[in-house]
């Protein structure tokens, strides 16, 4: 499994959500993309031309570049998102935002859904019992990192994130010599 440990600022984000059951991710997530491309994202990437304050706000963000996981009791809100840059919030869409943080980073390749699907199950059914619980515990959403390209390229680049704290009584520079000795690889 490919991870990297990395200390990022906060980030903001802006997009739009929806609320899916964790046994339904492996269908509604896909579905929730198709639904958005169909409707907000089809006649656009077609012009390049924004017709309204929405799909102004997808191009000036990139909004799909990433999709935010965020827990809540017996669902998640599952967002499609892009790193907000400022700016108004048209109706329709709302901001997230991380907190400053150490990141857990994985990445795979392959087509979607499949890669990033299996790079999930690895996360949390291989990292996070071996060694993602001393880690856990800086909040409760996770990030989905998105490459711009085909999609269904068998090099197609995509990761998952996953905000982290330092292990209890660890110092900054025991901090920077755990995350340098586990490193794996680089994400996208």
């Given at each position: 499994m490919n991870v990297k440990y990395e200390h990022r600022p906060k980030m903001t984000f802006i997009g739009f959500s929806t609320f899916i059951r964790p046994e339904e991710g492996p269908q509604k997530c896909p579905e929730f993309w198709d639904k958005a491309y169909a409707q907000k994202y089809a006649r656009l990437w077609q012009t390049m031309k924004p017709e309204n304050a929405v799909e102004a706000a997808i191009l000036e963000n990139n909004i799909g570049l990433f999709a935010?996981?965020?827990?809540k009791d017996n669902s998640f809100e599952y967002w499609i998102a892009?790193?907000?840059r400022g700016g108004g919030v048209p109706e329709g869409l709302k901001?997230?935002?991380?907190?400053e943080s150490d990141w857990a980073m994985f990445s795979a390749r392959?087509?979607?859904?499949?890669?990033?699907?299996a790079l999930n199950a690895q996360v949390w059914q291989e990292w996070y019992?071996?060694?993602g619980q001393k880690y856990m515990g800086n909040g409760s959403a996770t990030l989905e990192v998105y490459s711009p390209g085909d999609m269904r390229s068998p090099d197609y680049a995509c990761g998952i994130w996953v905000p982290v704290r330092r292990p209890a009584g660890q110092d900054e520079g025991e901090a920077a010599a755990t995350v340098a000795t586990m490193t794996v690889t680089g994400i996208l």
């Amino acid at each position: 499994m490919n991870v990297k440990y990395e200390h990022r600022p906060k980030m903001t984000f802006i997009g739009f959500s929806t609320f899916i059951r964790p046994e339904e991710g492996p269908q509604k997530c896909p579905e929730f993309w198709d639904k958005a491309y169909a409707q907000k994202y089809a006649r656009l990437w077609q012009t390049m031309k924004p017709e309204n304050a929405v799909e102004a706000a997808i191009l000036e963000n990139n909004i799909g570049l990433f999709a935010i996981c965020d827990g809540k009791d017996n669902s998640f809100e599952y967002w499609i998102a892009g790193l907000y840059r400022g700016g108004g919030v048209p109706e329709g869409l709302k901001l997230y935002t991380f907190p400053e943080s150490d990141w857990a980073m994985f990445s795979a390749r392959g087509p979607l859904p499949g890669s990033l699907q299996a790079l999930n199950a690895q996360v949390w059914q291989e990292w996070y019992p071996s060694e993602g619980q001393k880690y856990m515990g800086n909040g409760s959403a996770t990030l989905e990192v998105y490459s711009p390209g085909d999609m269904r390229s068998p090099d197609y680049a995509c990761g998952i994130w996953v905000p982290v704290r330092r292990p209890a009584g660890q110092d900054e520079g025991e901090a920077a010599a755990t995350v340098a000795t586990m490193t794996v690889t680089g994400i996208l």
